[in-house]
């Protein structure tokens, strides 16, 4: 879809209403260049527009296809280019990109938007108040484009940021963040640097061009400021590693007191247990109802001997077994490590050398 399309001669539009597509060709020829703006166009559409400025069919098969990364190609001659910029927005906690092809000829300049973070009409009326600049060419269009989009990253490198900061402060005060959140953050800032970071090869590329020395300066201006975002989202990607790393570091923590307590709590059920056992043992003992024990068994020392003795000497079995355990296992140890060289060995006397 055509969204607007005009002349632009001596710095000045030459209509307000928008041009149809073949006076546009025609006219351009004439003097002045033309800026015809499309959004989503269709493959008919483009095709129209390829006939009537005579584009490579190359350069109008990448503007029908979503790119991962900017870049600038040539095509033909050193007047016509293709430039695709990454456009992005930052929308309800999620990075919304869009991608603008840039068309730019000696005497025209084709724009076609995809996606809902492209807007351009900002940079149509800044670069219509500044005629200087606009008289300068297709050229000046080229810089207003890039400074709109680079700048349009400022807003969302500060939203990221501030979501940035809060998982941080959740992380390093104690608590446990949502680790999808972290994860999530992160594939937004990596997906971000991949618009961003390789635009630095396509500036240069601008900026090594041969435009007019007025636009030089401002070139440069907007591949600093290019500069200064993709350092920032290269922090950003590094801070989020960071906090997911520190993060796992706090749920190992939590896990790491979940089980102290569970131990702490199984160590009370087994004090519990170990003071109730002997009472266990004499209730059990003392209810069996066979006759030698009902008719034996009358006095309080007959009591306390087959009661406190018999619930004796099972222990006195046990302790001997473990402490037999044990010392097993401790020969053991020292013989392995006398075996790996770390235990000590009775040293042997040196025979004395015959004289």
């Not at 900017?70 to 999620?94: C, M, W």
């Not at 008289?135 to 000046?140: F, P």
Request: with cysteine; net charge negative.
């Amino acid at each position: 879809m055509i969204i607007d399309c005009a002349l632009y001669k001596n710095g000045q539009r030459q209509h307000e209403e928008r041009m149809p597509l073949e006076d546009a060709a025609r006219r351009c020829t004439e003097g002045g260049f033309v800026w015809l703006g499309m959004f989503e166009p269709d493959q008919a559409e483009l095709e129209e527009v390829r006939v009537a400025f005579g584009l490579h069919e190359l350069a109008v098969e990448d503007a029908q296809s979503f790119h991962l990364r900017p870049k600038v190609e040539q095509y033909g001659d050193d007047d016509f280019h293709l430039v695709i910029l990454r456009t992005a927005r930052y929308d309800n906690g999620s990075v919304d990109f869009g991608e603008i092809s840039v068309f730019i000829g000696s005497n025209f300049v084709i724009t076609v938007r995809q996606g809902v973070a492209s807007e351009l009409h900002g940079a149509r009326e800044r670069l219509e108040q500044r005629p200087k600049l606009l008289a300068l060419g297709t050229q000046s269009v080229l810089w207003a484009i890039l400074d709109q989009v680079i700048d349009s990253y400022t807003p969302v490198v500060a939203d990221l940021e501030h979501d940035i900061d809060a998982v941080e402060a959740m992380v390093f005060s104690g608590a446990v963040a949502p680790t999808e959140r972290i994860y999530f953050l992160r594939r937004e800032v990596t997906d971000f640097w991949r618009a961003v970071h390789p635009l630095l090869a396509a500036t240069a590329i601008i900026e090594r061009g041969r435009w007019a020395d007025e636009l030089t300066p401002y070139f440069r201006d907007v591949n600093d400021h290019l500069v200064l975002v993709n350092e920032e989202v290269s922090a950003q990607r590094d801070l989020l590693a960071t906090i997911l790393e520190a993060n796992m570091a706090v749920i190992s923590v939590e896990q790491t007191k979940v089980s102290v307590r569970q131990s702490a709590f199984m160590e009370q059920l087994t004090i519990m247990s170990t003071v109730f056992l002997p009472l266990t043992f004499v209730t059990g003992f003392f209810g069996q109802n066979f006759g030698w024990l009902v008719d034996n068994i009358a006095s309080p020392w007959e009591f306390v001997l087959f009661g406190i003795g018999g619930l004796l000497l099972p222990c006195m079995a046990l302790y001997m077994w473990f402490r037999a355990k044990t010392a097993k296992r401790k020969l053991e140890e020292q013989a392995t490590a006398i075996a790996q060289g770390r235990g000590s060995s009775p040293s042997i006397p040196s025979r004395a050398k015959p004289a």
